[in-house]
């Protein structure tokens, strides 16, 4: 067992906790002594194994994470910092390459650079997919602990469901029976009522636009109030959940921040056991090795990217590039799938929204101070407080015939098409109001890759999410669109909504005459990335001629190699993807445990 002997680090950033982290760019690293298992990423998923597989005390685990420590990111504290930005520092700056079915657009890319990976830089919005998304999964891997049944076990263990940060009687907001209420991840209902609240709640009905009393509970149709990954007031990250101070004392667990893993290698045959990666800002490579697995969990673009890097691809294109293939597997980086995401926005007639944060410094430094006192207010909130998820209108001959078209698409009767998510504001510096809706197409069709750029291997990978390249993803892009517009159509609304935003009121009217010309403009110069990006290093069936990954998340042919994160699901199970990526890696950690 590895003694922890580095301090430096400690009196710098938590002076009193007894935790270690090392930080690569100055501390003398654990590197002479084989772990058990090594982890690269600290994610959501990486966070979490580390955590699980270091309750037995017998078992020890590296995790390298190439961002930096958590600690201290005020800006990853305040819920309200993902409409004000999160420091670059803190993000991967991707870009996507030139989407040839969206106007060429290079679209940006964020994902999270520091220790808790992307849950410290996303949307906080929780959503666990549904029934049918996780029957498929176990249908299309032929292993049935992917279903719902056995997954659910998970989403309770992993949460606990608190209060909201303003305190008020949640009852009839949410199911508590699908719900946890002692796991380490600390999720919330809004805490802060918004004028917008009501008028979506005045038109929801028993027909077209139902009320969903909790919409994770495996059917995700209807409206109804949005969990977020806030606990009192703060978000919570796979860090703040699975790496708080008590977990990082463990002795069998030693978390390096700020390495940057370049390469794994097998120093004996098809064994990968060796973990190359530098600190950052310093060139020289480093080496650590694992006793028993290498697990890869630096998410669906670096994932691939990594595993491409070590010569574990397509032979062809990866020997074209001067990289010696060690393992020939074609599907990695191939089948990316992203939900095709866009905002419309329009000027309403009240000043009730979140947009004086944004443009009014003293009412931004009002809302600060109050939720630097009492961790309430818009800035304790997360960035939704009401959601619809829907299947298109199957009485609209149009829709008929793009569910005979594209049957594959659909994965079940409780699995949504697309969903709407209410804004109270616009990301603008003008000084108006707004009202912004959220449109997102959730089982794509459309299939993008990740790559190495051929004209720089070493560099940046290629991203390519493709949006928009199936015509499915367009037509239901065009019924959500429609579907909001109808949502929208009457009282509260008409007194509420003004002007329409960038060429929005052109769209409504074309429409009205059947014309959609306009609107699929306004689709390809405004799809945004989906942030939800899964399936570069997908899941097939034991012995299949596709995928990357075995139902247990082993790499295909190769020894002491998994990959636990979002890119092993094949497609986006119907929702945001960071629960579905927090459960994943709990099941993962009981299968890796039960091969031990
Ligand atoms: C802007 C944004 C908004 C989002 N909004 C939502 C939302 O509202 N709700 C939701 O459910 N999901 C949302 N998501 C998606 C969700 O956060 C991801 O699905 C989830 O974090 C995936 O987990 P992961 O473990 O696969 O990857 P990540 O959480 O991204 O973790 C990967 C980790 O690996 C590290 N890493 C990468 N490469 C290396 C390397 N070479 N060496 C060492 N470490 C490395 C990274 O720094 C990172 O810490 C959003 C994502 C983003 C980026
Ligand atoms: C750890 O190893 C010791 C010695 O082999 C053994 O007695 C003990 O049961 C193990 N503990 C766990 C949690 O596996
Ligand atoms: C992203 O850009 C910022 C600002 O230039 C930088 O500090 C950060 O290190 C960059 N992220 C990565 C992963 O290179
Ligand atoms: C996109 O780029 C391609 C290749 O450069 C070009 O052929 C095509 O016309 C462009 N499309 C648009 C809409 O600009
Ligand atoms: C919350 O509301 C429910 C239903 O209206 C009521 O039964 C319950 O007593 C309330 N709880 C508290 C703590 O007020
Ligand atoms: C749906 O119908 C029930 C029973 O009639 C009623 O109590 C409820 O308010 C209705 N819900 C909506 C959203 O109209
Ligand atoms: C919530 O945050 C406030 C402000 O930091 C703190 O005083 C309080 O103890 C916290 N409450 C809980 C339950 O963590
Ligand atoms: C770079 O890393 C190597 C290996 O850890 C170390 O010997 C060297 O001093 C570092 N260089 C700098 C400038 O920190
Ligand atoms: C791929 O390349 C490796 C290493 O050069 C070689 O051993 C293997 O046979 C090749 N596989 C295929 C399918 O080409
Ligand atoms: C918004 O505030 C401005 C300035 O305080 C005021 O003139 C205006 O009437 C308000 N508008 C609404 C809709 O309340
Ligand atoms: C900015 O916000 C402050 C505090 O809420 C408010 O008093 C002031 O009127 C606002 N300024 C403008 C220009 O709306
Ligand atoms: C936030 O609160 C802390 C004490 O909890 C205080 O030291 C700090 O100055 C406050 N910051 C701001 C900007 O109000
Ligand atoms: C918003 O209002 C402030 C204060 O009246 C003014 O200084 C600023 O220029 C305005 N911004 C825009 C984009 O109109």
């Given amino acids: 067992m590895l003694k922890k002997t580095s301090v430096a680090f400690l009196t710098v950033l938590a002076p009193l906790c007894a935790a270690v982290v090392y930080d690569a760019t100055f501390d003398a690293l654990p590197l002479s002594t084989k772990h058990d298992y090594v982890i690269v990423g600290g994610g ?13 005390s017998n078992v020890s685990v590296l995790l390298l994470e190439a961002g930096p420590f958590h600690k201290g990111v005020i800006e990853t504290e305040v819920p309200f910092y993902f409409w004000l930005g999160i420091p670059s520092t803190y993000q991967w700056n991707y870009t996507t390459v030139p989407q040839s079915s969206a106007n060429n657009r290079s679209i940006s890319y964020p994902r999270g650079h520091i220790l808790g990976g992307s849950s410290a830089i996303n949307g906080l919005v929780y959503d666990r997919a549904a029934t049918s998304d996780f029957d498929k999964l176990a249908n299309m891997s032929g292993d049935s602990g992917w279903a719902w049944e056995s997954m659910l076990t998970y989403y309770e263990k992993l949460e606990t469901f608190g209060p909201p940060s303003d305190g008020h009687n949640i009852t009839g907001q949410f199911d508590p029976s699908v719900h946890g209420f002692s796991g380490p991840l600390g999720v919330s209902l809004p805490g802060y009522s918004q004028t917008l609240d009501s008028l979506v709640l005045e038109t929801l009905n028993n027909d077209t636009f139902p009320y969903n009393q909790d919409s994770n509970s495996g059917n995700e149709i209807g409206f109804g109030w949005q969990v977020s990954t806030i606990h009192n007031g703060t978000r919570t990250t796979a860090a703040t959940a699975y790496l708080a101070d008590n977990y990082l004392a463990r002795p069998n667990l030693d978390v390096v921040v700020n390495a940057f ?103 931004r430094a009002e809302a600060f101070s109050e939720w630097n006192a009492t961790r309430t207010g818009r800035m304790a909130n997360g960035v939704i407080n009401l959601s619809g998820m829907l299947r298109m209108n199957d009485s609209d001959p149009t829709v008929q015939s793009i569910y005979q078209q594209y049957s594959e698409s659909v994965a079940g009767s409780n699995d949504a098409d697309f969903e709407m998510l209410f804004i109270d504001g616009y990301i603008s510096t003008s000084n108006s109001t707004y009202f912004s809706m959220l ?103 034991y012995g299949a001629d596709w995928g990357v990954v075995d139902p247990d998340l082993r790499v295909k042919g190769l020894n002491g190699l998994r990959v636990v994160d979002a890119s092993v699901y094949p497609f986006v199970p119907g929702g945001a993807t960071q629960l579905p990526t927090y459960c994943l890696a709990e099941r993962a950690s009981d299968i890796i445990k039960g091969s031990q």
């Fill in 44 to 56: 959501v998923a990486g966070s979490v194994v580390a955590n699980r597989l270091t309750e037995n």
């Fill in 439 to 541: 449109y997102g197409v959730l089982s794509p069709l459309s299939r993008g890759s990740i790559t190495l750029n051929a004209s720089d291997p070493l560099g940046p990978p290629l991203i390519d999410p493709n949006y928009f390249a199936s015509e499915y993803d367009v037509l239901v892009m065009r019924q959500a669109l429609l579907t909001g517009f109808n949502f929208l159509s009457s009282e509260p609304w008409t007194s509420y909504l003004g002007t329409p935003v960038n060429g929005l009121a052109e769209v409504i009217s074309a429409v009205g005459t059947g014309d959609f010309t306009a609107m699929d403009e306004l689709m390809r110069n405004g799809v945004q990335n989906g942030a939800h990006l899964v399936a570069t290093s997908s899941m097939s069936p």
């Fill in 261 to 363: 893993v370049t390469r794994v290698l097998a120093s004996n045959g098809s064994q990968i056991d060796t973990v190359e990666f530098h600190a950052v800002g310093n060139t020289t490579n480093l080496e650590v090795q694992a006793s028993q697995e290498v697990i890869m969990s630096a998410g669906s673009i670096n994932t691939p990217y990594i595993l491409l890097s070590s010569g574990i691809g397509d032979n062809a294109t990866l020997s074209s590039m001067n990289i010696t293939p060690i393992h020939h597997l074609p599907s990695v980086g191939q089948n990316m799938s992203d939900t095709t995401v866009m905002y419309v926005s329009w000027e309403v007639n009240s000043n009730d929204t979140f947009d004086p944060l944004l443009n009014n410094e003293t009412a």
